[in-house]
């Protein structure tokens, strides 16, 4: 045998020309191709010290692997035969069966040996599986790890039995250390011959490896990596907001979306009408990211500046037709909107609540004139409850108002140009309209939050009526079976009910979900279309807003999973009271005598199920059954802690309380040491398992305990 | 003056795909809202025969009329389409080729292929694609056709669809459309102002809705009748049983919903029933149709 001699190692330039692929899909698009020819090389054998890298482009996917063995190991395998019984005969000769097993394994007789398993000696042959190289192993899974790649929705571009795409595969490119693979992927032979940008390089040019490919493709208009095109777009953005002395709208999706669309990213500037300026901020940046995916540039106060900022996909505009084309453009948009703008406003915003009797919101729950109505309820009893709890923001009259304008603007032409400007809209005609701010604001903000990172309502009379909205969403959908399930959820109900948490949460506002979720489905059965909701619906909701909460405790406010589930098995109906206990469980966590304490609960529940008893079901504990000075010192430090919690709980201190709770720990731990739980005698031992449970009931109304240190945590 | 005229844009493109093989064909008779509704697509582009054609196909959209004083927002605009069946591996070049050939120098120029696939629910029918965006000015629609008439299509057509109004405005560089020269000494205005400003008085304010629902529930009912009664038919019967009659039923239908629509008088959820009632009709006509035209038997039942 020779020395391991130095393993060879080889490049591959892998790339698949398509017509324009969506800009959106192909950030995934480029991950998930470096994962499947990550995985499908590790299946090989052939992942050590291999490096993937994927790139994308409109016109084409590309993956660049370094570092790959050019040939899989030589592996050694034992294969076993016959037992020795039957492999020899009475002699020692071998027999017929050795001899076909000699034969199958492509082995002299003599080579065989014998080997001792578990079950005896048996005859056995070593084979030596040959690796196969790179080249083999890559021209069977660089086809299946294009086709793998998963989209949205992909298309035949010749059949039915045609290969199926996300757009038309037109070449590919693979190249192993200068040599072409003999692949085809959806039909197309792979070879060493790229494509440059439609207009600005040739339509042919040949490759003979990665940075070779990279550089020629750069001189032929295609910048192949995405972060060298953001980079591209950022500097020059840059350059021209500075030129002009003014700043970016910034907008961190739409440079994403410029980074994908185009292969050949240059930025223009182009100007606007300062006339349009009279149009609110909001509308005008949307008419230019919307349809045009210009950034908007503005002054050093703020205010929006009469030009905009274009990413073209050519190398210049040498005679300034680019810029003056989407100048005409930006100027056709504008006076539409500028004409939307005046004729919604020939009337009043509430005149246009008849007209939402037109618009379906959902068939059986009817029409957004009715949501209208059930919205306004909801608003009304969360206000006057905030009221009576001596919130002074809350004002009923004025969440009523918002409400009832909330939706007007669903009817307004500028909302059907611009869906995206819901709300939004509908705020700004109350306020030129003179509603007052407050009611206002509340419309332009009641869709809020969109996301984990969306702001809430602005203030307290559009949190209602953005929580009411929501509810009536989340009520309504569930009671006629509109269930979110896996990637269905068409209502967006799973942000729904995450607007609410968050709402809730971050306004700090004392709400018992159970009763509004109530007050939700009394609207839904007084009001259109008086459906009814039954108990189990509302614990299901419940159960679906805590979900959510849930969710945000441990995802964004970093709770462990144990720490949360032991908090909402003591109950989250009011999600702040929920969030305190989470911050005193979290910060006495730490303490001596906690964990120890939570295993022992933990021990106490499950000899409570063992036994059958319910906790809190009435049996009270006699102390003149107890035998033993173990249980009757745990009865009183039950006791005396146990008022003790309970005052701390009511004025809300629930570190201290928890703290009490885990003085307990000596008496629990003497307990268990000197007494035997499960006595023979049967009163004595109902008594002891009562003791227990009522400990159990008692100090669990903070937190679970039982729940804490699961494995989830370790 | 600038760019070519309305009516040189026609021949212009007329000429060029004409060129590529294309039959010229005429506008359909029968109102549409889409250059896909002429049965030249609709229908062709069922079944396994090759087949290339171009036509010029003024649509209405009652919804979209402006009384002529838009100058982008018309009720009825032209579109000059093209369907290649099967599509060509090289038809993106080709639609490049065809802007250079009505005088768009494409290096002066950003032009791009942006994602937007195109349905069209009342004919059970779409597509993916793009739309083709010249200096961020839409100027056509590209599709991959997957199915018509709820049917999956085999071979796949590519569908043109050029906005000529746009292209000549973009070509001219005139702010309206009733400023476009359409020929050496009149203007789109001279010729098409009065249709836009009277079809848009009578369809949001004239039009008898009552009437229209009428006469909708009629051709429905025809059409159906007519694609009902050609089950069972046979030999000569069958051959020239008129099933482009049905079709053209189902074309009016359409156009009628459309008029509706604009009077304001369907709300969002009989909008969706109505339509679906005339995809039903199409997609039932579209599979009669291949039958008998002798193609595979539909593959796939309608799509929701």
Not at chain 1, 255 to 265: D, G, H, Q
Not at chain 1, 421 to 432: E, N, S, T, W
Not at chain 1, 644 to 672: H, N, P, W
Request: hydrophobic share 40%.
């Amino acid at each position: 045998m020779k020395g391991p001699a130095k393993e060879k190692r080889v490049e591959l330039l892998f790339e698949v020309g398509c017509e324009e692929i969506p800009a959106g899909m192909l950030a995934k698009a480029e991950e998930e191709l470096r994962t499947n020819i990550s995985k499908l090389l590790s299946a090989e054998n052939l992942s050590d010290g291999v490096e993937v890298e994927t790139f994308s482009a409109p016109r084409r996917l590309t993956a660049w692997v370094r570092g790959l063995l050019a040939k899989q190991p030589d592996v050694e395998a034992e294969v076993t035969g016959p037992p020795k019984s039957v492999a020899y005969d009475a002699v020692g000769a071998p027999t017929r069966a050795a001899l076909s097993f000699a034969e199958k394994q492509g082995a002299h007789v003599n080579d065989l040996y014998l080997m001792q398993t578990a079950k005896g000696e048996y005859l056995a042959a070593r084979q030596i599986k040959l690796g196969r190289t790179a080249e083999q192993i890559l021209q069977a899974i660089l086809p299946r790890a294009v086709h793998d790649l998963t989209w949205p929705r992909s298309m035949t571009w010749t059949g039915l039995e045609g290969a199926r795409f996300i757009r038309p595969i037109r070449w590919v490119v693979a190249v192993l250390n200068g040599k072409s693979l003999k692949l085809s992927v959806a039909g197309i032979a792979a070879g060493n011959t790229t494509r440059g940008h439609r207009f600005l390089g040739s339509s042919s040019i040949r490759v003979k490896n990665f940075s070779d490919y990279e550089k020629r493709l750069h001189s032929n208009g295609v910048i192949v990596r995405p972060s060298r095109r953001e980079d591209k777009i950022a500097k020059e953005l840059e350059a021209h907001a500075k030129r002009s002395g003014l700043h970016i709208h910034e907008d961190a999706e739409l440079r994403k979306l410029v980074t994908y669309l185009n292969e050949f990213p240059s930025v223009i500037q182009g100007n606007f009408d300062p006339a349009f300026l009279s149009l609110p901020d909001e509308i005008l940046v949307t008419v230019m990211r919307g349809h045009q995916k210009y950034f908007a540039v503005e002054k050093k106060n703020g205010e929006l500046a009469p030009h905009f900022l274009a990413v073209i996909n050519v190398d210049k505009d040498f005679k300034g037709l680019i810029r003056a084309g989407h100048e005409r453009v930006l100027r056709a948009r504008f006076a539409d909107a500028q004409f939307f703008w005046e004729a919604d406003q020939k009337c009043r915003l509430a005149d246009y609540l008849p007209k939402l009797e037109r618009v379906t919101y959902e068939s059986r729950l009817g029409s957004y004139r009715d949501k209208v109505e059930r919205v306004r309820s909801i608003a009304r009893w969360l206000t006057e409850q905030w009221f009576n709890l001596g919130m002074l923001q809350a004002h009923v009259a004025e969440a009523d108002r918002a409400a009832e304008l909330a939706k007007c603007d669903l009817a307004t032409e500028m909302v059907r140009e611009f869906t995206e400007l819901q709300g939004i809209v509908g705020g700004l005609y109350a306020r030129a309209q003179g509603e007052p701010d407050e009611v206002a604001d509340a419309v332009y903000d009641h869709y809020r939050p969109v996301g984990l990172d969306d702001p809430i309502p602005r203030n307290v009379t559009g949190c209602a009526v953005a929580l009411a909205d929501k509810l009536d969403s989340v009520v309504g959908c569930f009671a006629v079976g509109v269930v979110p399930t896996g990637s269905s959820d068409p209502y967006a109900l799973r942000r729904a009910a995450l607007g609410i948490v968050k709402i809730v949460l971050d306004r700090k506002l004392a709400l018992s979900l159970s009763l509004a979720i109530g007050a939700a489905a009394k609207a839904l059965l007084t009001q259109k279309p008086k459906r009814g909701v039954t108990p189990a619906q509302e614990a299901q909701i419940l159960e679906f807003i805590l979900d959510r909460a849930k969710f945000v405790f441990r995802e964004r406010e970093g709770y462990g999973y144990d720490e949360v589930s032991a908090v909402f098995r003591a109950g989250a109906d009011d999600l702040v009271d929920a969030q305190k206990r989470l911050a005193s469980l979290k910060a006495i966590r730490k303490s001596k005598n906690f964990e120890p304490l939570a295993v022992s609960f933990k021990r106490i529940r499950k000899i409570l199920e063992k036994a059958g008893i319910a906790i809190g079901d009435g049996r009270r504990v006699n102390p003149e059954l107890f035998e033993n000075a173990a249980e009757r010192e745990l009865y009183s430090a039950v006791r005396d802690a146990a008022s003790k919690v309970q005052a701390l709980k009511r004025a809300g201190k629930y570190q201290e309380a928890l703290e009490a709770i885990a003085g307990l720990r000596k008496s629990v731990d003497q307990f268990f040491d000197g007494v035997m739980v499960m006595a023979e005698n049967e009163a004595v031992r109902n008594n002891r398992l009562t003791l227990l449970a009522e400990l159990l009931r008692e100090f669990t109304t903070v937190a679970d305990f039982s729940e804490l240190g699961g494995e989830e945590r370790r | 003056m600038k760019g070519l005229t309305f009516q040189d844009l026609i021949l212009k493109l007329s000429q060029f795909w004409v060129n590529q093989g294309c039959v010229l064909q005429q506008p359909y008779d029968i109102e549409v809202g889409a250059g896909t509704m002429h049965p030249e697509t609709f229908l062709r582009v069922l079944g396994p025969e090759p087949y290339r054609v171009g036509y010029v196909q003024p649509s209405r959209r009652p919804a979209d009329g402006r009384y002529g004083e838009n100058p982008n927002r018309l009720y009825k605009h032209s579109q000059f389409q093209v369907i290649l069946k099967p599509a060509p591996v090289d038809i993106q070049d080709l639609y490049l080729k065809s802007l250079g050939a009505i005088g768009i120098n494409l290096k002066e120029h950003d032009i791009r292929f942006e994602e937007d696939n195109w349905e069209s629910p009342t004919l059970g029918a779409w597509g993916i694609g793009w739309q083709i965006l010249l200096d961020g000015l839409e100027i056509t629609q590209f599709t991959y056709f997957q199915q018509s008439g709820g049917i999956d299509l085999d071979p796949i057509s590519v569908e043109l669809t050029y906005g000529l109004e746009r292209i000549c405005a973009f070509l001219q560089g005139v702010e309206s459309v009733y400023d476009l020269r359409w020929s050496a000494d009149k203007t789109y205005g001279d010729i098409r102002l009065r249709e836009e400003q009277q079809l848009s008085e009578y369809s949001f304010n004239r039009s008898d809705a009552s009437a229209i629902r009428a006469e909708f529930e009629l051709h429905e009912k025809e059409a159906k009748e007519l694609v009902d009664g050609f089950k069972g038919t046979a030999g000569k019967e069958r051959e020239r049983y008129p099933l482009l009659a049905a079709y053209d039923h189902c074309l009016k239908c359409s156009h009628l919903f459309n008029l509706m629509d604009a009077r304001g008088v369907i709300s969002t959820t009989e909008r969706a029933a109505l339509m679906g009632r005339v995809r039903t009709v199409a997609c039932r006509t579209a599979a009669a149709y291949l039958e008998q035209i002798g193609g595979a038997t539909p593959r796939r039942e309608v799509r929701a």
